[in-house]
């Protein structure tokens, strides 16, 4: 049986808590792990869910605001410290790399293995990323108040199984824009920062609501629905998961520590 899931390190929005901590995911497709997003205190969330920070090779940020990459210099940082020589690949906008360059020049660290950065600079369309023998990754634009793009990951199935495809998309408004990019996906992790009650609040700051996340997901026909990047202000995530489920049925709503399977 071939293991295809998500860990979720990090479901809350740019403020963290207790319960929910900043954008980070890992997801395994049949052995291969990819790190989505590296918000602050990723490296400890890796520690504390038994993800081994050593055999990560690519990250996959979505945006940089810094709920979504503060993390990142020091799970680098870390890797070096614990003698890390295998390259890094890192997917995210440009200024990725002046970001990074600036903070490991001010704080004087200094990091041996090569880290790669990929820079994504289209406004349409989507593109590959990268493939390997187990997956296939895309990269598309949302729409948010940065450079922010939602990735796709399409499984290479084996025994005449068909593909899974799994999709991460945050931050991001509203939008049919990315619907052909998720038509049909197996699992869509989407973002929902506010409840219905906040949908002008929403549109302002160019997020989703539980709503507006739920109605993509109908839209494009996915098989099921994770929310993420859950405000801290809601206490309740019940409330959250009944207004999604009575728009689309199939929904669930992250935690972290949880492993949500991308199923047939």
Not at 22 to 35: D, E, K, P, T, W
Not at 94 to 115: P, Q, W, Y
């Amino acid at each position: 049986m071939s293991n295809f899931y998500t860990t979720i390190l990090g479901s809350g929005a740019a403020l963290p808590t207790v319960a929910r901590h900043c954008s980070a995911q890992v997801l395994n497709v049949n052995g291969f792990r990819i790190l989505f997003d590296c918000g602050e205190n990723t490296q400890t969330q890796l520690r504390v869910y038994h993800q081994k920070m050593q055999g990560l090779s690519h990250i996959c940020l979505t945006h940089l605001h810094g709920d979504h990459f503060f993390g990142l210099p020091g799970l680098l940082s870390s890797m070096h410290l614990c003698g890390r020589v295998q390259p890094v690949d890192v997917y995210a906008p440009a200024g990725i790399r002046k970001a990074m360059d600036v903070l490991m020049d001010v704080s004087g660290s200094h990091i041996t293995f090569e880290i790669n950065y990929h820079e994504l600079q289209f406004a349409e369309g989507m593109q590959l990323l990268f493939e390997t023998d187990l997956c296939r990754v895309f990269a598309f634009p949302l729409v948010h108040s940065v450079p922010t793009y939602g990735y796709l990951v399409e499984e290479i199935p084996r025994g005449g199984n068909p593909a899974r495809r799994y999709a991460y998309c945050t931050d991001t408004a509203y939008t049919d824009t990315i619907l052909p990019f998720i038509e049909g996906v197996n699992l869509l992790c989407m973002e929902s920062t506010f409840d219905k009650g906040f949908a002008s609040v929403a549109q302002e700051k160019l997020h989703c609501t539980t709503v507006m996340a739920a109605t993509m997901a109908r839209e494009a026909h996915a098989k099921q629905l994770l929310l993420t990047h859950i405000s801290a202000r809601f206490k309740e995530p019940e409330k959250l998961l009944a207004e999604a489920q009575e728009v689309f049925a199939h929904t669930q709503i992250a935690a972290d520590g949880e492993r949500y399977e991308v199923c047939y």
